[in-house]
């Protein structure tokens, strides 16, 4: 057992603080909130100038862009695929790339980084290709991670033997990997990449799979406004109608982005119980718009945050997500009061959890012990009001938080990194991934 001992701030959720408490941990669970005596051979963790909340879910991302960090700030989103995703795809996939080792690599620095900005689980929509170094990083780190390993038929590959390989490469990676359980470490989810890249045909198997494996799916869905017009003229639909149309809409879907769904899907989107994944800063990067949050809470839609990938953010920082995001609704509804530092607190923790159905997001007996200690000391953080969430969403930073924990274990204690060798990961991607990026 580790007993995390008088916590000046425990956040249980967005509206709820303790001061000077206590927090019992049990194997992967919380055992008891309060003021605990610690049992015979507890670990004791000293927490009196520390801050504790849910860890944060980063609900879509690409950690295989962790190769492309820095590369464009000038181009919108069609012509940075091709410019700056495209090329990279061909390299890790083409004939003698070790695709599967040095998707292990990314995917470790990828998990270092989140894990130093106090996030707990994730979705990585990753490449097919890479699929098993993937799994096998996530599982040795410790971490909790949802892999969407991405499909297309209708962008650079249109071979339908190369389709016919993909689709077997996924399957073969759900049977190997995928567990449903709700607080299992590694799952998989389906992921087909946008409507307008995928065919009928290849959605509705993606569709046949997920209800076979029982599993969700995450898709992009309306990110930028020529999304919405090329697949209205191709289809005749909006994206939600079409999801509706192939019967994946559902509690099991996250829709990322949805910058630009109209007010006549909201409704459909509630009743179908999917989520909507805000990815503010990626949005502003690639000038995609700004997305209809507010709007969509007000309707009752779960709404989870994320940081997108590292080639259109460039980092994986969720408390400078939340800032960017809680400010973003404010400007586009020109109300300061259009979003608060509580409702995107819970944006990124417990409708996280809800997206992914996992029993974690908050900080109460029975749930996940996947929690986040932060170092209050530093001079950014001085506060004499007592109102925590809006001081770490507009102040705090990911060089602030101290301790990580998943399912019941350290990842990292005193900002140190216990389940892996981060120097030698990142050596090791350096000196082998320069060639997939010489373009």
Same mark, same amino acid.
């Given at each position: 057992?580790?007993?995390?001992q008088?916590?000046?701030?425990?956040?249980?959720?967005?509206?709820?603080v303790?001061?000077? *408490?206590?927090?019992?941990?049990?194997?992967?669970?919380?055992a008891a *909130?309060?003021? =605990?005596s610690?049992?015979?051979?507890t670990?004791?963790?000293?927490c009196?100038d520390?801050?504790?909340?849910?860890?944060?879910?980063?609900?879509?991302?690409?950690l295989?862009?962790m190769?492309?960090?820095?590369?464009r700030d000038?181009?919108?989103?069609d012509?940075?695929?091709?410019l700056?995703?495209?090329? &990279?795809i061909?390299? *890790?996939?083409?004939?003698?790339a070790?695709?599967?080792?040095?998707?292990?690599?990314?995917?470790?620095?990828?998990?270092?980084e989140?894990i130093?900005?106090?996030?707990t689980?994730?979705?990585?929509?990753? &490449?097919?290709?890479?699929?098993?170094?993937?799994?096998?990083? =996530?599982?040795?780190?410790?971490?909790?991670?949802?892999?969407a390993l991405?499909?297309?038929?209708?962008?650079y590959?249109?071979?339908?033997?190369?389709?016919q390989?993909?689709k077997?490469?996924?399957?073969?990676?759900?049977d190997?990997y995928h567990?449903?359980?709700p607080?299992?470490?590694?799952r998989v989810?389906?992921?087909?990449?946008?409507?307008?890249?995928?065919?009928h045909?290849?959605?509705e198997?993606?569709?046949?799979?997920?209800?076979?494996?029982?599993t969700g799916i995450e898709?992009?869905l309306?990110?930028t406004?020529?999304?919405?017009?090329?697949?209205?003229?191709?289809?005749?639909?909006?994206?939600?109608?079409?999801?509706?149309?192939?019967?994946?809409?559902?509690p099991?879907?996250?829709?990322?982005?949805s910058?630009?769904?109209?007010?006549?899907?909201f409704g459909?989107i509630?009743?179908?119980?999917?989520?909507?994944i805000?990815?503010?800063k990626?949005?502003?990067k690639l000038?995609?718009?700004?997305?209809?949050?507010?709007?969509? &809470?007000?309707e009752?839609i779960?709404?989870?945050?994320? =940081?997108d990938?590292t080639?259109?953010?460039d980092?994986?920082?969720m408390?400078?997500?939340?800032?960017a995001?809680?400010?973003?609704?404010?400007?586009?509804?020109m109300?300061?009061?259009?979003?608060?530092?509580?409702?995107?607190?819970?944006?990124?923790?417990e409708?996280?959890?809800?997206?992914?159905?996992?029993?974690a997001?908050?900080l109460?007996e029975?749930?996940?012990?996947?929690?986040v200690?932060?170092d209050?000391?530093?001079?950014?953080?001085?506060?004499?009001?007592?109102?925590?969430?809006?001081?770490?969403v507009? =102040?705090?930073k990911?060089?602030?938080?101290d301790?990580?924990?998943?399912?019941?274990?350290?990842l990292?204690?005193d900002?140190q990194?216990?389940t892996?060798?981060?120097a030698?990961?990142?050596?090791?991607?350096?000196?082998?991934?320069?060639p997939y990026?010489?373009?």
């Amino acid at each position: 057992m580790i007993l995390f001992q008088d916590i000046r701030y425990l956040i249980q959720d967005a509206d709820t603080v303790q001061e000077h *408490v206590d927090l019992l941990v049990d194997g992967s669970r919380i055992a008891a *909130v309060g003021k =605990c005596s610690p049992p015979p051979a507890t670990q004791v963790v000293n927490c009196a100038d520390k801050a504790m909340h849910a860890g944060f879910c980063n609900a879509h991302t690409h950690l295989w862009q962790m190769l492309l960090k820095g590369r464009r700030d000038d181009l919108p989103l069609d012509q940075w695929c091709d410019l700056v995703i495209l090329p &990279l795809i061909e390299a *890790v996939k083409a004939p003698g790339a070790e695709g599967e080792h040095i998707g292990y690599l990314w995917t470790k620095l990828g998990m270092a980084e989140m894990i130093r900005s106090g996030v707990t689980s994730f979705v990585d929509m990753d &490449l097919e290709s890479a699929g098993a170094g993937l799994a096998k990083a =996530c599982l040795e780190v410790g971490m909790r991670g949802a892999f969407a390993l991405e499909i297309v038929d209708a962008w650079y590959d249109k071979d339908p033997q190369a389709c016919q390989a993909s689709k077997a490469r996924v399957t073969a990676f759900l049977d190997a990997y995928h567990d449903p359980a709700p607080e299992a470490l590694v799952r998989v989810l389906m992921g087909p990449s946008e409507p307008n890249m995928c065919t009928h045909k290849l959605l509705e198997w993606t569709v046949a799979t997920a209800k076979e494996y029982h599993t969700g799916i995450e898709i992009h869905l309306a990110e930028t406004r020529r999304d919405v017009e090329t697949l209205l003229s191709a289809r005749g639909k909006l994206a939600w109608q079409y999801c509706e149309d192939l019967g994946m809409l559902s509690p099991r879907l996250l829709g990322v982005h949805s910058v630009h769904t109209r007010p006549e899907e909201f409704g459909l989107i509630r009743r179908g119980g999917a989520h909507v994944i805000y990815n503010p800063k990626s949005n502003m990067k690639l000038g995609s718009g700004i997305a209809p949050i507010s709007e969509m &809470l007000a309707e009752g839609i779960n709404v989870a945050l994320a =940081c997108d990938g590292t080639a259109s953010n460039d980092l994986s920082d969720m408390y400078e997500e939340m800032r960017a995001g809680v400010m973003l609704q404010k400007v586009k509804n020109m109300d300061p009061s259009a979003m608060t530092a509580r409702d995107i607190f819970r944006l990124a923790t417990e409708n996280g959890a809800k997206a992914l159905g996992a029993p974690a997001g908050t900080l109460y007996e029975g749930k996940l012990a996947d929690l986040v200690l932060l170092d209050l000391t530093a001079p950014h953080l001085i506060n004499f009001t007592g109102r925590i969430v809006p001081l770490l969403v507009y =102040c705090a930073k990911a060089s602030d938080v101290d301790s990580v924990m998943v399912h019941g274990k350290f990842l990292m204690r005193d900002k140190q990194l216990l389940t892996m060798d981060e120097a030698a990961v990142r050596q090791e991607l350096l000196d082998i991934g320069a060639p997939y990026c010489n373009f």
